[in-house]
């Protein structure tokens, strides 16, 4: 009876997508969401939107999503979490995290340039098999399949050089979204997680190195969405600076 109770409870899984201002894109990931949710068998789920500060139609748009399906699909919970100010993906991802029930804890862009279903993937071929570990995807992995840009994969480059000389990090791709947590760890982790921008990922996984959590980077499908926020000078910038502001912190 105890082993059934474990193995129950491993398939209890939250996803955080933070946005900002994505009206324009809610649509296509509603559409993901609700194909992933036709497929997710005995998952019991819940989706958690931080909507970090947006001034656009994001937040109606999510509420009457939410209000359509809540008994579309069974065994789960989609919630909102918004607030005023835009403050950041680190900070939107964080309160995700916090505010999640259940054991494991996806973290997924709303772009979906990874769709959800990368997760089933890799519980299916059983690469998520430790809850002590933290499992990162890598566009870097030989075995993933990406569609980028060319200049983001330069510049994508160019800050893990930062990263891998500033903090010895040997991890491939600290940057991509898509990542999977167990909460016996993550929560504990990010209640101390200070950074609020992008580099709050870089920030996580010096805080998991420290606490001797293992990161195992997986191979994943990665495929370029337009409509990204991201600007990649003066974001590519202030993530330098606060790099240096984590390594003066670390």
């Known amino acids: ?33 609700k194909k992933f949710l036709r497929k997710k068998g ?30 579309n699909f069974l065994n789960t919970k989609i919630k909102l979490i918004s607030y005023k100010k835009n403050i950041g993906k680190g900070y939107a991802i964080k309160r995700g995290i916090l505010t999640s029930r259940y054991e494991w804890i996806v973290t997924c862009d709303l772009d979906m340039s990874v769709l959800p279903d990368q997760f089933l993937i890799w519980k299916k071929k059983k690469f998520i098999n430790n809850n002590k570990y933290a499992y990162f995807g890598s566009r870097e992995n030989k075995n993933s399949v990406v569609r980028a840009l060319f200049i983001r994969r330069m510049v994508g480059f160019i800050l893990h050089l930062f990263v891998l000389v500033l903090f010895n990090v040997k991890i491939s791709d600290t940057q991509c979204g898509f990542k999977v947590f167990h909460s016996n760890y ?9 950074m609020k921008g992008y580099v709050y990922d870089v920030e996580v996984v010096l805080a998991l190195k420290k606490r001797g959590i293992q990161i195992v980077e997986l191979p994943l499908t990665w495929i370029h969405r337009e409509g990204s926020k991201v600007n990649l000078i003066s974001d590519s910038v202030k993530f330098f600076f606060d790099l240096i502001i984590l390594k003066i912190r670390y």
């Open 186 to 194: 993550i929560k504990k982790i990010f209640k101390k997680i200070k």
């Open 42 to 71: 005995k998952l019991f789920l819940e989706i958690i939107f931080v909507d970090d500060g947006s001034n656009d139609m994001s937040k109606k748009k999510i509420l009457n999503f939410i209000n359509k399906n809540k008994k």
């Open 1 to 33: 009876m105890k082993e059934l109770k474990k193995k129950f409870k491993l398939n209890r899984t939250s996803i955080i997508i933070a946005l900002y201002n994505e009206e324009l894109r809610l649509d296509y990931c509603f559409n993901v969401i």
